[in-house]
């Protein structure tokens, strides 16, 4: 009975977190209260407040469950390098991974989200950058290393180098429609967009090829 309690509470707390996360989206953090979300969720206020201590909570909870749906979309089930994964073929999955996620979970319109409550309330901002985008940056930074330590890559730095290879991706493909300017680069495929960041990255980060040297 206890293990089945536990379920039903665990599913109530799924329900009321993505009905939050519409509520915000579509009001903002400061247009949504408590009892709209217990409303849209389908649940009484009492169930909630039996999940969630507070709206904050509830936001943190959105934050988290948006983490969750990021990880999964990423390529890190195991070290690349020791997978026999090449530099090229890693960085190329990651890319296309990411603007996957970008489409398939509204995050133009949770970036803009972000974005405009911070000014407002810096915490939002802060628990965002903590919770979605550092450990997926720390990830990414992780995988490079294990690059560099396995000779593929010579990355110093992998932090900076995870930062510059995700701002080459997004700068293109997400932030002008954050911006809501659309594409600023005319019918570039995303294709070839991955295609040169990652082209552009290895050429400062892969390691030398040494030509085989022959006896005389």
């Known amino acids: 009975m206890l293990k089945e309690a536990t379920s039903m509470q665990k599913d109530s707390a799924k329900e009321i977190t993505r009905a939050a996360r519409a509520l915000f989206l579509e009001r903002g953090y400061d247009g949504v209260n408590l009892e709209a979300v217990a409303k849209q969720a389908g649940r009484a ?22 983490w969750a749906s990021l990880s999964g979309c990423s390529p890190f089930s195991g070290s690349k390098a020791e997978q026999g994964y090449t530099a090229e073929g890693f960085l190329r ?36 950058y903590e919770v979605v985008k550092k450990p997926l940056l720390l990830a990414l930074a992780h995988e490079l290393e294990s690059l560099t330590q396995n000779g593929i890559l010579r990355c110093s730095r992998p932090e900076i180098a995870a ?14 429609f ?13 294709e070839e967009i991955i295609g040169e960041a990652v ?11 040494v030509p085989a040297t022959t006896e005389a």
């Open 93 to 128: 999955d990651f890319a296309i991974r990411m603007l996957r996620f970008v489409d398939e979970v509204d995050q133009v319109e949770f970036t803009r989200l972000i974005i405009a409550e911070s000014r407002r309330a810096p915490w939002i901002g802060q628990e965002f």
């Open 163 to 176: 930062h510059q290879f995700f701002g080459m991706v997004q700068e293109i493909s997400f932030w002008p």
């Open 45 to 66: 206020r009492q169930t909630l407040y039996n999940n969630f201590a507070s709206k904050e909570a509830i936001f943190k909870a959105v934050l988290n469950d948006h």
């Open 178 to 190: 954050v911006m809501a300017t659309g594409s600023t680069t005319g019918n570039v495929s995303r």
């Open 199 to 209: 082209k552009t990255f290895l050429a400062r980060y892969a390691t030398p090829v």
